[in-house]
Each structure stands twice: as structure tokens, then as C-alpha cells.
């Protein structure tokens, strides 16, 4: 299955979320803080962002004749390869070990998936510590590498195109 990277996924944010979020880094970075206050405020930043992305993002013009994710914190992204959120060559979501789209596993900004729900969790899949296991036991962890991530995702092509052929 060839993979694409699709930039058309727009949030509309209320720009006053976004003050909002910048304030509460910025106090968290700039006065005295316990580390445990600033874990707390970027957690905060992380569940305000997720909510604006779930609750404000539109699809991409194109989408009616193509299938459409529903993106959240857990969908797929490799910025440091390509903008847009990885998809399916068909616009449908990468699936997970457990078959489920990706996109799902943080729905809500919550963590949907769990070790009685999932027999991966917990085995090389925690998507609310940034790491999926995709189909093919690919793990794609959210990382900065360009080069690992783009061996993730080709690792998820061949693996896809294996289990087709």
C-alpha cells in the first residue's frame, strides 16, 4: 500500500487558544516553577491542543471523493519529511496492529486503547507516549529523525505490499 502525505487537513484555531497556550509555556519556561508545575502546564497545552484539533479541523476540498481520517494527536506525522498528516494512498487512515485507524488511538484527546482492549498496548504501542505499532509490527514513534521515520514508512509500504501480494 503506497502511503501519501495529505496537507489539505486545516484547524481554524481561535487565536485566543493559542495566546492562551503561549502564556501558560511561557510562565511554565520563565518563573519559578516546580518541574512538576511545568509538566503540568505542557500537559495542559497538549489536551487544549488536541481539543482544538479534533473540534476545529476542516477536511480537505478534495475529500468527497476520497475517504476522510479524523485527525487527532495520534495521527501520523513525519514534518521533518514531508507536511500533511501520512495517510493511505486512497485518503484513508494507516491502521494499526490491531487493524484500527490510527487517528483513533487518541481520539477525544484521550487514550482509547488499553491492555484490556488492545493486546499491543503496552507491547511496543503506547500512542500517548508517541509510539504506534503499525500493521506489519512497524513501530512508528514520533520522532525528529528524518532518516528513522522515513525507514518507518517504508518499512510500512513493503510490509503493506507483502501482505497484498
Known amino acids: 500500500m503506497k502511503i501519501k502525505f495529505e496537507d489539505g487537513y486545516i484547524s481554524h484555531v481561535p487565536t485566543a487558544c493559542l495566546i492562551e497556550d503561549v502564556q501558560i509555556l511561557r510562565r511554565a519556561i520563565y518563573t519559578n516553577v516546580s518541574w512538576t508545575e511545568m509538566v503540568g502546564a505542557v ?15 476542516s477536511s480537505p476540498d478534495h475529500a468527497e ?9 495520534s495521527s501520523l506525522t513525519a ?12 485518503g484513508s487512515d494507516i491502521l494499526c496492529m490491531a487493524g ?9 484527546g484521550v487514550l482509547q486503547c488499553d491492555e484490556t482492549s488492545c493486546p499491543y498496548y503496552g507491547n511496543g504501542c503506547k500512542p500517548d507516549k508517541d509510539s504506534i505499532l ?10 525528529d529523525n528524518g532518516e528513522f ?5 517504508e518499512q ?10
Open 100 to 108: 484500527k485507524p490510527a487517528s483513533e488511538a487518541m481520539s477525544g
Open 149 to 153: 521515520v522515513l525507514e518507518e514508512l
Open 43 to 57: 500537559e495542559c497545552v497538549i489536551e487544549c491542543l488536541s481539543e482544538v484539533i479534533e473540534r476545529d479541523t
Open 134 to 143: 503499525l500493521e506489519g509490527n512497524i513501530r512508528f514513534a514520533y520522532d
Open 65 to 73: 471523493s476520497q475517504k476522510v481520517i479524523r485527525p487527532s494527536s
Open 79 to 90: 514534518m521533518c519529511v514531508e507536511n500533511g498528516i501520512v495517510v493511505r494512498e486512497d
Open 156 to 165: 510500512y509500504e513493503k510490509a503493506d505490499d507483502q501482505k497484498e501480494g
